[in-house]
């Protein structure tokens, strides 16, 4: 039978090459006119092309009339830390009327506060609070997310927040990949000395790293090499050892300034260098070559009050680039990647078919995943969102109005909570 959704003003394919794009292949949506997606019982893409071309025999499936709308793939956010116990909507004051980030950091504030609250919770407590999130970011568009670990800083609560996000894959039914940031601050423990940084540091790339892979509980490893997180020789040793783990790499890096992090992506080939609000000529040279997906969190600028990443330079020195929220609990919850996308026009310069790409194919591409999501391809999976209009660019244009008209997971329309 399967289910045919049919005569879209739109449809915004993707279709390029597989891979991160890069340069003028990033503004490439392929997009068809009057177009018609026909999706398969078991949730995959069975056909795409002009409304009047669908084959005969597809004909006979449930059709849904889409015309005045505008069909693409359900965006794909590849950086959260969306497991996390309790909130920090003090600080957001805080922050509002006048303090800064890094200095409620120093002060054992910041993430710190968020490892004591995330500390504190049971499991179902923790995966009650992340599944509230998460179903709020799949209902405005989102269907496949990367979720960080990194609020235990031990070995017992970095495996907790892990099995919260298998739990959301494998209860919940999201879409999701894990990576362990153990290394995302120098606990309150070990800020004693030296002696006691080097020692956590050793225990994350001795036990605590060991033990999530043993568990299969992580695809990738992140550090937040920066100024007041990890020096790039800390995060060389935890990124080396997550390589002799098998496991990809992703770094929060050049947030704060030259500080290393980006440099070291490329060194050590990460799949993705995320934030690089400071960013120059050679490290983008080195980015591109060594095909680091650059990814962009405007969200965290905003509510930061911190400078946009430079977007224009990073795509016009051939660099790819990816979206994505960061949604976390401090530095940015924003949820709607929607949203996110219209900064990253106004913010970092992308072109609205630059920053839907950013927020399909090439955020799918930074985690492997490319092959099942971010495009409209026969084949992939089909994670489909319907626009309420015929101009994708209204997603800029009116950015936050509520022109998600409907949202499909493997070919399953999602319903919001109460219905
Ligand atoms: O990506 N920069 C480091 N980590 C997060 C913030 C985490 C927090 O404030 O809790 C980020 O912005
Ligand atoms: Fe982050």
């Given at each position: 039978m399967g289910l045919l959704l049919h005569r879209a003003s739109a449809v915004l394919t993707l279709a390029g090459d597989f891979g991160p794009r890069r340069g003028a292949a990033m503004s490439d949506l392929r997009i068809i006119e009057n177009g018609s997606v026909a999706i398969t019982d078991e949730g995959t893409i069975a056909w795409v092309g002009p409304a009047d071309d669908v084959p005969g025999s597809l004909r006979r499936s449930s059709v849904v009339d889409c015309s005045g709308d505008t069909l693409m793939p359900a965006f794909v956010d590849p950086h959260t830390h969306?497991?996390?116990?309790?909130?920090?909507?003090?600080?957001?004051?805080?922050?509002?009327?006048?303090?800064?980030?890094?200095?409620?950091?120093?002060?054992?504030?910041?993430?710190?506060?968020?490892?004591?609250?995330?500390?504190?919770?049971?499991?179902?407590?923790?995966?009650?609070q992340a599944l509230a999130r998460i179903a709020r970011m799949r209902r405005a568009g989102t269907t496949t997310f990367e979720i960080k670990s990194g609020y235990g800083l031990d070995l017992e609560t970095e495996l907790k927040q892990l099995r919260v996000v298998r739990r959301l894959r494998d209860e919940g039914g999201f879409r999701v990949t894990a990576t362990c940031l153990a290394a995302h601050a120098i606990?309150?423990?070990?800020?004693?000395?030296?002696?006691?940084?080097?020692?956590?540091?050793?225990?994350?790339?001795?036990?605590?790293?060991?033990?999530?892979?043993?568990?299969?509980?992580?695809?990738?490893?992140?550090?937040?090499?920066?100024?007041?997180?990890?020096?790039?020789?800390?995060?060389?040793?935890?990124?080396?050892?997550?390589?002799?783990?098998?496991?990809?790499?992703?770094?929060?890096?050049?947030?704060?300034?030259?500080?290393?992090?980006?440099?070291?992506?490329?060194?050590?080939?990460?799949?993705?260098?995320?934030?690089?609000?400071?960013?120059?000529?050679?490290?983008?040279?080195?980015?591109?070559?060594?095909?680091?997906?650059?990814?962009?969190?405007?969200g965290t600028s905003l509510v930061l009050g911190k400078p946009y990443a430079d977007g224009r330079a990073l795509i016009e020195d051939g660099v790819p680039v990816a979206i994505a929220t960061d949604c976390n609990p401090g530095s940015c919850a924003l949820e709607n990647l929607a949203v996110v996308l219209g900064l990253a026009c106004y913010g970092n310069r992308l072109s609205p078919a630059e920053a839907i790409c950013a927020a399909t194919h090439n955020a799918a591409a930074s985690m492997g995943l490319d092959d099942q999501v971010g495009s409209i391809k026969p084949g992939r999976q089909a994670d489909i969102i319907r626009l309420a209009t015929s101009d994708y660019r209204d997603l800029v244009y009116h950015a936050g109005s509520p022109l998600i008209h409907s949202v499909y997971q493997a070919g399953t329309r999602i319903r919001g909570a109460h219905s």
């Amino acid at each position: 039978m399967g289910l045919l959704l049919h005569r879209a003003s739109a449809v915004l394919t993707l279709a390029g090459d597989f891979g991160p794009r890069r340069g003028a292949a990033m503004s490439d949506l392929r997009i068809i006119e009057n177009g018609s997606v026909a999706i398969t019982d078991e949730g995959t893409i069975a056909w795409v092309g002009p409304a009047d071309d669908v084959p005969g025999s597809l004909r006979r499936s449930s059709v849904v009339d889409c015309s005045g709308d505008t069909l693409m793939p359900a965006f794909v956010d590849p950086h959260t830390h969306l497991v996390w116990g309790g909130d920090r909507k003090d600080e957001m004051e805080q922050r509002i009327s006048g303090a800064d980030y890094e200095e409620i950091f120093a002060a054992g504030g910041g993430i710190l506060s968020s490892v004591r609250q995330t500390r504190a919770l049971s499991e179902d407590e923790l995966y009650l609070q992340a599944l509230a999130r998460i179903a709020r970011m799949r209902r405005a568009g989102t269907t496949t997310f990367e979720i960080k670990s990194g609020y235990g800083l031990d070995l017992e609560t970095e495996l907790k927040q892990l099995r919260v996000v298998r739990r959301l894959r494998d209860e919940g039914g999201f879409r999701v990949t894990a990576t362990c940031l153990a290394a995302h601050a120098i606990p309150e423990e070990a800020r004693g000395s030296d002696a006691d940084r080097k020692a956590f540091i050793d225990r994350v790339v001795e036990e605590i790293l060991p033990a999530v892979v043993r568990e299969g509980l992580a695809d990738s490893c992140d550090v937040f090499c920066d100024r007041g997180a990890f020096t790039p020789d800390e995060s060389r040793r935890v990124l080396e050892r997550a390589l002799e783990l098998d496991l990809e790499l992703r770094v929060h890096a050049n947030e704060f300034g030259h500080t290393g992090g980006a440099l070291l992506a490329a060194e050590l080939g990460a799949a993705s260098a995320d934030h690089l609000l400071a960013l120059n000529g050679e490290e983008r040279a080195a980015l591109r070559e060594a095909g680091v997906v650059a990814t962009l969190l405007p969200g965290t600028s905003l509510v930061l009050g911190k400078p946009y990443a430079d977007g224009r330079a990073l795509i016009e020195d051939g660099v790819p680039v990816a979206i994505a929220t960061d949604c976390n609990p401090g530095s940015c919850a924003l949820e709607n990647l929607a949203v996110v996308l219209g900064l990253a026009c106004y913010g970092n310069r992308l072109s609205p078919a630059e920053a839907i790409c950013a927020a399909t194919h090439n955020a799918a591409a930074s985690m492997g995943l490319d092959d099942q999501v971010g495009s409209i391809k026969p084949g992939r999976q089909a994670d489909i969102i319907r626009l309420a209009t015929s101009d994708y660019r209204d997603l800029v244009y009116h950015a936050g109005s509520p022109l998600i008209h409907s949202v499909y997971q493997a070919g399953t329309r999602i319903r919001g909570a109460h219905s």
